[in-house]
């Protein structure tokens, strides 16, 4: 390269081949690309949509960045075709044909139509009004053509990544929607009368406002990845539809239970009557007991027993009636009600049970011990001991009197038992002093 030209040395006819070759390949390359980018199926539907918001906005600059790109490519194409046919001139190409070689390879060689510049909205150089016409050396056409290419293929991968996930997922959810709004329905749960009814609406307007949006609009729902430089780096925003996917799921949970309760519905009613049953006939044992009680035991505060649990009865009428209208959302929260009530119920009439007849039982283990004291009397051979038969008769007869008077009966108890023990020489028995006299009387 001893020879130099307006644009630096001379290439020589070697260089000029490298160079035409590598150009070539670029073309070729690049017209590949332009024609995939022509029939991405996202560019189609962009073309044919009735687009809205932030899609609109850059899907009209993305057309005429699309028309530049092409526009560009073939003032590419052109140049490239001027310098092979000044090259194929002769096989030995002179000093004039490498200097007119080197200006279009090198040079700001190709012109442009200012106003191909314009329609793609490309900002002007320096901000002077926009030119007639722009001039390009080929490797600055190659790098906005990468430029103008970059960020179209991205614009048309994001709407066509957001097109090919979200509406037909909605679609789905929406199908799912319907058979659970039919299903609901079966079961009495609809808008107004239950909340998952209202919740089954709002999902469905949710999901069609969603869908109108996602496909006028798709690019309100691309979250770009941070960071990333590839084409259509990012992913669909499923924020909505994921929070609406699971709000739908809690609405089937919830019909599913109300479609439990339909089919043990019966079951669990009889059990509750069986349970508040026994509630009853327990509260009337109570009330039997606690009039025996106090004709039985003397100087005693017996509880008093409430009635019959009513309210819980009408309720479970409530129940059965729902049962039987098949208003199942309402049968459901009231059968869980109940079944804790009655547990409740019975767990307190047998309280009740237990704190009446008290008394009786601490005669009864009172009678219990003055007998087997007795027994181990007899068996010892003092059954006939003056002193143990009397204060064993004393004991007996406060125990098996009307009314009995329980603090002076334990007392005769502890005074036979007393009185038996050292007989027995066995060890006194715990809480006792030394024997009383009999003339002090069993109250003493």
């Given at each position: 390269m001893g020879v130099t030209g307006p644009t630096g040395p001379v290439m020589d006819r070697d260089e000029v081949d490298r160079a035409l070759a590598r150009l070539g390949a670029e073309h070729e390359?690049?017209?590949?690309?332009?024609?995939?980018?022509?029939?991405?199926?996202?560019?189609?539907?962009?073309?044919?949509?009735?687009?809205?918001?932030?899609?609109?906005?850059?899907?009209?600059?993305?057309?005429a960045s699309?028309?530049?790109?092409?526009?560009y490519f073939d003032a590419y194409t052109d140049a490239l075709r001027s310098a092979r046919d000044i090259r194929s001139r002769r096989r030995w190409s002179s000093r004039e044909d490498l200097v007119e070689l080197t200006e279009l390879l090198n040079g700001d060689s190709v012109t442009v139509a200012g106003s191909a510049t314009a329609t793609a909205n490309a900002p002007t150089l320096h901000g002077s009004p926009t030119k007639l016409s722009e001039r390009y050396s080929l490797s600055t056409l190659v790098d906005r053509m990468n430029e103008l290419y970059a960020t179209s293929l991205d614009m048309v991968v994001a709407a066509d990544a957001v097109w090919s996930a979200l509406p037909a997922r909605i679609d789905l959810l929406a199908a799912e929607l319907q058979r659970t709004r039919r299903l609901a329905h079966s079961?009495?749960?609809?808008?107004?009368?239950?909340?998952?009814?209202?919740?089954?609406?709002?999902?469905?307007?949710?999901?069609?406002?969603?869908?109108?949006?996602?496909?006028?609009?798709?690019?309100?729902?691309?979250?770009?990845?941070?960071?990333?430089?590839?084409?259509?780096?990012?992913?669909?925003?499923?924020?909505?539809?994921?929070?609406?996917?699971?709000?739908?799921d809690e609405v089937r949970r919830e019909i599913d239970a109300v479609l439990t309760v339909r089919q043990?519905?019966?079951?669990?009613?009889?059990?509750?009557?069986?349970?508040?049953?026994?509630?009853?006939?327990?509260?009337?044992?109570?009330?039997?007991?606690?009039?025996?009680?106090?004709?039985?035991?003397?100087?005693?505060?017996?509880?008093?027993?409430?009635?019959?649990?009513?309210?819980l009865q009408e309720q479970v009428a409530a129940a059965a009636e729902y049962r039987r209208q098949a208003q199942w959302h309402r049968l459901s929260p009231l059968l869980e009600s109940l079944e804790q009530k009655a547990e409740d119920e019975l767990l307190r009439a047998r309280e009740s049970l237990t704190a009446v007849t008290a008394p009786l039982a601490v005669r009864a283990e009172l009678r219990g011990r003055l007998d087997a004291y007795k027994a181990k009397v007899a068996r010892h051979g003092f059954a006939e001991d003056a002193l143990l038969v009397e204060r064993y008769e004393k004991a007996r007869r406060m125990l098996w009197s009307a009314p009995c008077d329980l603090r002076a009966a334990e007392q005769a108890?502890?005074?036979?038992?007393?009185?038996?023990?050292?007989?027995?020489?066995?060890?006194?028995?715990?809480?006792?002093?030394?024997?009383?006299?009999?003339?002090r009387g069993p109250g003493a």
């Open positions: 390359a690049i017209e590949t690309s332009l024609l995939a980018l022509q029939d991405h199926a996202g560019r189609r539907l962009l073309e044919g949509a009735e687009l809205t918001g932030v899609t609109r906005e850059r899907w009209a600059a993305t057309e699309i028309t530049l790109l092409w526009t079961v009495g749960v609809r808008p107004g009368e239950h909340p998952a009814g209202d919740d089954l609406e709002r999902i469905t307007r949710i999901l069609t406002k969603l869908r109108e949006q996602v496909v006028s609009d798709p690019l309100a729902f691309w979250l770009a990845a941070e960071g990333s430089s590839a084409p259509g780096g990012g992913r669909p925003d499923t924020t909505v539809y994921d929070r609406e996917a699971r709000a739908l043990d519905a019966e079951k669990r009613i009889v059990k509750l009557r069986d349970l508040l049953s026994r509630a009853d006939r327990t509260l009337a044992e109570a009330r039997t007991a606690r009039g025996e009680v106090l004709a039985k035991i003397a100087a005693t505060e017996v509880p008093v027993v409430s009635g019959p649990p009513t309210v108890v502890l005074r036979y038992q007393h009185a038996a023990t050292e007989l027995l020489g066995g060890p006194r028995v715990p809480g006792q002093g030394a024997p009383e006299d009999d003339r």
